[in-house]
């Protein structure tokens, strides 16, 4: 493949024909593709980014606002973007040019991946979620002191608590994030939400929360549905 260069803009030669595009994912500042083949492209005119080094095929990508997350298909995800709010999970501040696997979910197989806008999380084939990254409004659902303020650079397991305080021993079977919130999905179909709720997000009354500091019971499903998020919206995608 040869790369030609014009006014400081990278045009591609056609690949070959049976690379088809899997998915795409975008914001306001970034566009990127994953292919049938597992190979990561970005940009407008798509580059393709160098991912040689990721172990295994490239199952899925997300996209937060500064930053990116890949999974492959050995449950190893690696992240790339901009650090300042610790969203890449590697307990650091800096920003990253390649994707580099986050060595603290060494040796768990994750099997979804969610990136907010300035925070990330990964859900184990256990049903164990781990969550990192910019917490200002509790978007990472972690239960703390009462304003639950603190951000968290390196992913972190999540425990799930009821309304009395007891813990939920449920597992986590779905994630997606929003912008500042985050929605999860346990096995009884129950839908946590915790975050920002200005928009009514959460599916809680927006006069009584503002925002949820950890994951809220917010709704109870009957049957089988996957969650979805907006920068400020989330939707359930019932099975019929």
């Not at 999860?184 to 599916?203: A, F, H, M, P, V």
Request: aromatic content about 10%.
């Amino acid at each position: 493949m040869k790369t030609h260069k014009y006014k400081s803009i990278k045009f591609i030669e056609p690949i070959n024909v049976d690379v088809k595009i899997a998915k795409v994912v975008l914001t306001n500042n970034n566009c990127i593709y994953l292919s049938n083949h597992g190979d990561i492209y970005c940009g407008i005119l798509p580059i393709n980014l160098n991912t040689g080094h990721c172990n295994g095929k490239i199952v899925d990508v997300v996209l937060g606002n500064e930053h990116a997350i890949l999974l492959t298909d050995t449950g190893q995800i690696y992240t790339w973007g901009n650090g300042r709010r610790l969203q890449l999970g590697h307990g650091e501040l800096n920003n990253l040019e390649f994707p580099t696997e986050v060595k603290a979910l060494a040796g768990i197989k994750i099997i979804k991946i969610s990136a907010g806008g300035w925070h990330s999380c990964a859900l184990s084939e256990f049903g164990d979620l781990y969550v990192w990254g910019w917490n200002d409004m509790g978007q990472l659902g972690i239960k703390q002191g009462p304003e639950n303020v603190q951000t968290f650079g390196l992913p972190t397991l999540v425990d799930i608590y009821d309304d009395d305080g007891q813990e939920i021993h449920i597992n986590v079977i779905d994630v997606a994030c929003g912008t500042r919130h985050t929605a999860i999905l346990l096995e009884d179909r129950s839908i946590w939400t915790s975050g920002n709720n200005k928009y009514g997000q959460l599916g809680l009354c927006i006069q009584e929360y503002q925002k949820v500091v950890y994951f809220k019971k917010s709704y109870k499903y009957k049957t089988e549905c996957k969650l979805k998020c907006g920068p400020w919206s989330t939707i359930i995608v019932a099975s019929l």
